[in-house]
């Protein structure tokens, strides 16, 4: 059997290097639209959709494996993290589409922190 702590790291490295092609396909986007003006939109292609899901399922694995380090059941801990992954995950692809859009139409706003 696997180790709780193992599964953990076997998750966290899976949301990292699935996040790193996810953030260089996001990257490739603005850059053509940059140089070539080749709308960064449609988000949905998939590379990028496959790349972010699998972050997602490696936060799933990652946060089980966690949760069972601290006893909690199996199919407990998966269904608690399938619940945050995906709470979290699925704001976080609008808020990635809306980046995309304010960056397409011109109009990206400066982030100042304390002013909302």
């Known amino acids: 059997m696997i180790d709780t702590k193992t599964i953990a790291w076997i998750g966290g490295s899976l949301v990292v290097f699935f996040l790193f ?4 396909v996001i990257q490739v986007r603005i ?3 940059n140089k070539e003006k080749i709308s960064p939109l449609p988000l949905e292609g998939f590379l990028s959709i496959s790349s972010y899901i699998s972050s997602l399922v490696g ?3 990652m946060f089980t494996g966690v949760l069972e380090t601290f006893t909690f059941s199996p199919i ?5 993290s399938l619940i945050l992954a995906f709470t979290t ?3 976080m ?11 397409e139409s ?9 002013k909302f």
């Open 89 to 91: 995950g699925i704001p």
């Open 106 to 114: 011109g109009e990206l706003k400066e982030i100042v922190p304390g």
């Open 21 to 24: 092609v996810f953030v260089y």
């Open 93 to 103: 692809w609008g808020v990635v589409q809306g980046l995309l859009k304010e960056i």
């Open 76 to 80: 407990k801990s998966l269904c608690a």
């Open 59 to 61: 936060l799933t694995i």
């Open 31 to 33: 850059q053509k639209w």
